[in-house]
């Protein structure tokens, strides 16, 4: 059985202030009882975000990126040890704001996959093609790829870890959602990938989130979808009200 899940990628937005507000908004609304939600605030929010959470079983925290060694002389980085010592659950890797501006390919992918693993973190493992591989039809083909790369290096026991978020790139941030077509059609492949390199089983049982300008007014329509399980959400996760409102969207 999968989860319905709704995560908010908060990126480096709000201060610690209105990280705590907003936090606070969401844990006291209205959150359907088999939805989860996840929020990934900045690392310096997450303490206080977690004091906030802490007796609220529906909410979850994600870190939204972390070091592929457990410590060491890596001036300025996060490890995902830190990470669960401070008793975070997710962390979001391979999104393509890292990809694109800090040039993280699969390899640097997989091998923070491995640590935080190890470590005992959940991974939001973020996948998706720009929009010339779309035009030129090679979408599927990049999908394949990244998770070939990534997820399917690891064994059953450490994937069951992993949630997927298929974000096409040409729809982050930019108002341009994939339609409930492409979205299903997407993460129709992505099961038929996971189910070629693990098993049917194993691909029926993994929740693949939905990434890219996801809003109130659209959230149904693509939650609607069979293979779809919720979305991870940018923009909008930025506002309780919008972001209650895609929890409500299933
Ligand atoms: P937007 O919802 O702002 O398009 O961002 C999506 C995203 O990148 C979530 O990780």
Redesign the pocket.
Known sequence: MRNKIV???W?MNTSVEEGIQLAKEIAQGDIPHDVKLII?PPFTHLASIKEIIKNNDKISLSAQNCHEKVSGAYTGEISSKMLADLGIEYV?LG???RRTYFHEDDTDIFYKMRVALDNGLKVIL?VGEKLEQREVGDHFKVVQKQLEKTLCKFNATEAESVVI?Y?PVW?????K?ASSEQAEEMHGFIREVIANNFDNKFSENIEILY?????PNNAKEIFSQHNVDG???????LQSSDFLSIAGSF
């Open positions: 995560a908010g990628n990126k990934a979001i999104h393509s704001e973020c978020a974000e729809a982050i941030g930019t108002g959602t990434g890219g300008s996801c809003k979305g991870l959400i940018g923009g909008a996760s």
